[in-house]
């Protein structure tokens, strides 16, 4: 087998190759990476705690979290009226938590 034609296997997988795609275009933002990092270092925060911090609307702080959670990159959890997000364990974010942690 070629190096040409090994290389073209491997992008043969159009699915996986998407999906990274969406995971990097949707992490991408300056605004939801702020929100990564902060959750990167605390264990949970609320949507008014993270709105605060970066100096943004809590709705837009909202919509920015349903995009990280609808690529499964955060998780949320409801405690009264109170809804706090963490990182999830998936590959991606410990991507994510590896490259801010490097600085």
Do not use: W
Request: charged residues 30%.
């Amino acid at each position: 087998m070629t190096n040409i034609t090994r290389l073209k296997k491997e992008l043969s997988d159009k699915q996986l190759i998407a999906k990274c795609a969406k995971e990097f275009g949707v992490a991408g933002d300056a605004n939801r990476m702020k929100i990564c990092f902060l959750l990167c270092r605390h264990p949970e925060l609320t949507v008014s705690e993270i709105a605060k911090a970066c100096g943004m609307s809590v709705s837009a702080v909202s919509h920015a979290l349903k995009k990280l959670k609808s690529i499964g990159l955060v998780q949320s959890r409801r405690e009264f009226r109170s809804k706090f997000y963490r990182m999830t364990g998936s590959k991606f974010s410990k991507v994510i938590k590896q490259s801010l942690e490097r600085g």
